[in-house]
Nanobody, 117 residues
Framework: QVQLVESGGGLVQAGGSLRLSCAVS????????MGWYRQAPGKQRELVAR???????DYADSVKGRFTISRDNAKNTVYLQMNSLKPEDTAVYYC???????????WGQGTQVTVSS
């Protein structure tokens, strides 16, 4: 059984910062890709950022220069530092991890981020 537990969401004013964390636990051989997705009301879930086991990173254009993804492989944890937050960043943020050797993806339960104007 694999569990992903997110934390760090909340309410913040525009221009503020939040840091999300996601800890992966359970039957883990190794974690290939760790990422963050978000889903706003009435919209599809979209990729925010992801990081490979080797440290390569991808970001959505809308968050480049404001968000930073990182991971601690010893703790099986991925982080998302979100700066200069905008109201349009408001969404439920989900952690996702692809595990070796199957590549299967697992999701966290989601954490709400609300940015007020």
């Amino acid at each position: 059984q694999v569990q992903l537990v997110e934390s760090g969401g909340g309410l913040v004013q525009a221009g503020g910062s939040l840091r999300l964390s996601c800890a992966v636990s359970g039957s883990i051989f190794s974690i290939l890709i760790m990422g963050w997705y978000r889903q706003a009301p009435g919209k599809q879930r979209e990729l925010v950022a992801r990081i490979t086991s080797g440290g390569s990173k991808d970001y959505a254009d809308s968050v480049k220069g404001r968000f930073t993804i990182s991971r601690d492989n010893a703790k099986n944890t991925v982080y998302l530092q979100m700066n200069s937050l905008k109201p349009e960043d408001t969404a439920v943020y989900y952690c996702n991890s692809n595990l070796a050797p199957t590549g299967l993806g697992y999701w966290g339960q989601g954490t709400q981020v609300t940015v007020s104007s």
